[in-house]
């Protein structure tokens, strides 16, 4: 099956520090990613999509400047959070999109982000 | 927006099968809807999805209404790990997937 390799797992930062997050399709090529936030108990909202090749589509409300993304390449997407603050703790998902006549995204096991 | 409506929580007792509704009255004649599920701390789960037809394969089965404005996820044989937060969802034309707050399913011994 399709599997989507996320890392880390888990980071503890400094306040002001940047962290990237590393989203991996593993057995498949993906021209787009997602990039999910989800905060306790809530459901998941859509941060950015990110295309191989191209510069990444954000939602409305969401900081391109602190939530950079890059898809250099068909099975590697990156989120770098830039100067983290506290109130940037969250889970983070990403998905790989298996392109085709069916828009099955396949998701990793996310990265929990804790900014002290 | 979400645009699929769930109930909010559902109790199952282990074995027995556990029917999970969702509306979807707004989608349109080529989208298909999808289903996932959370485990507590994991990321979503894909388990089925379906257009016109119902479906069915190792996870689950998937009835959708002849109207396609709802649809029915079965787990024939609820286990304690079915326990977890089940989303309904179809996407837009650009393939993204707005999340609602989904069902969450707790299956009890």
């Known amino acids: 099956g399709a599997v989507v390799s996320q890392h880390p797992s888990r980071v503890i930062c400094k306040s002001g520090t940047s962290v990237k997050i590393e989203c991996r399709s593993l057995?498949?090529?993906?021209?787009?990613m997602f990039w999910y936030r989800q905060f306790p108990k809530k459901s998941l909202m859509l941060m950015a999509t990110?295309?191989?090749?191209?510069?990444?589509?954000?939602e409305q409300g969401v900081e391109k400047d602190k939530f950079l993304i890059n898809h250099a390449s068909l099975t590697l997407s990156t989120l770098t959070v830039t100067s983290a603050h506290p109130e940037d703790s969250s889970f983070y998902i990403c998905?790989?999109?298996?392109?085709?006549?069916?828009?099955?995204?396949?998701f990793g096991a996310g990265t929990r982000l804790s900014v002290l | 927006d979400a645009k699929t409506t769930q109930p909010p929580s559902m109790d199952c007792a282990e074995g027995r099968a556990a029917n999970l509704p969702c509306n979807h009255s707004?989608?349109?004649?080529?989208?298909?809807v999808y289903w996932y599920r959370q485990i507590h701390s994991q990321g979503p789960q894909y388990i089925i999805h379906g257009l016109k037809n119902n479906e069915t394969n190792e996870m689950a089965s998937l009835i959708i209404t002849e109207d396609r404005k709802s649809s029915t996820l079965i787990l024939p044989h609820a286990t304690l790990r079915d326990t977890a937060v089940y989303y309904c969802i179809y996407s837009d034309s650009w393939g993204k997937f707005q999340f609602g707050a989904g069902t969450q399913v707790v299956v009890t011994p």
């Open positions: 057995d498949f090529q993906a021209t787009t």
């Open positions: 707004t989608i349109s004649g080529n989208e298909y």
């Open positions: 998905s790989a999109h298996l392109q085709g006549r069916v828009d099955i995204q396949y």
């Open positions: 990110s295309n191989e090749g191209s510069k990444a589509t954000y």
